[in-house]
Nanobody, 126 residues
Framework: QVQLIESGGGLVQAGGSLRLSCAAS????????MGWFRQAPGKEREFVAG????????SYADSVKDRFTISRDNAKNTVYLQMNSLRPEDTAVYYC???????????????????WGQGTQVTVSS
């Protein structure tokens, strides 16, 4: 079983930046695809960004493209989400997830990620 622990959430003004981190408990993390999802109050959980095990391929939701960047440091078993130019509509609980398996393409559906973190709140004020 893999454990994922997110950190870095908080309150920020519109236009500001935050960097989320997700630390995995297992060394095998380095061979797994990773993703970030978010869920706003009253809305379904949605894909934000994903990255393959090697880091060579990434994918983003249209709503965050050119503002958010996903990256990973396999030596530290950690994946990051750099969020710039934040907007009030980015307010949500952000979840880190792992495919638990080696992937060469980015998965963008929840079904592709059997392991999830507990989430971290991001609030963007206007």
């Amino acid at each position: 079983q893999v454990q994922l622990i997110e950190s870095g959430g908080g309150l920020v003004q519109a236009g500001g930046s935050l960097r989320l981190s997700c630390a995995a408990s297992r060394r095998t993390f380095s061979r797994c695809g990773m993703g970030w999802f978010r869920q706003a109050p009253g809305k379904e959980r949605e894909f934000v960004a994903g990255i393959t095990w090697s880091g060579r391929s990434t994918s983003y939701a249209d709503s965050v493209k050119d503002r958010f960047t996903i990256s990973r440091d396999n030596a530290k078993n950690t994946v990051y989400l750099q969020m710039n130019s934040l907007r009030p509509e980015d307010t949500a609980v952000y979840y880190c997830a792992t495919t638990g398996a080696k992937t060469t393409v980015v998965l963008s559906t929840m079904q592709g990620y059997p392991y999830w973190g507990q989430g971290t709140q991001v609030t963007v004020s206007s």
